[in-house]
């Protein structure tokens, strides 16, 4: 919150989440993308790190078996933000 912007505290939860996931701390990323997750959804212009909070969820609950489903749904909508492909 000192940083005052929130495009600003989504990368640093999105970096502390990457750097808890490398650790192994799975649960801990976890709840640091779900941070970046909360403030993502204050503003449509957030949206890039809504989706890449929702797959790093993805990636960090293939590492605890009792968040697997909740992984692969945060997967799932992962893509469905992403929109078609493009060539």
Do not use: K, T
């Amino acid at each position: 919150e000192a940083l005052g912007s929130l495009p600003a505290q989504c990368s640093v939860w999105n970096q502390w989440g990457l750097l808890l996931q490398l650790e192994g701390r799975a649960r801990e990323a976890i709840d640091a993308f779900e941070q970046e997750l909360a403030l993502s959804d204050q503003d449509a212009a957030l949206m890039p790190y809504r989706s890449a909070a929702l797959a790093n969820i993805a990636m960090a609950s293939a590492d605890i078996s009792s968040e697997i489903a909740a992984g692969l749904r945060a997967g799932h909508a992962a893509l469905a933000l992403s929109g078609e492909p493009r060539n």
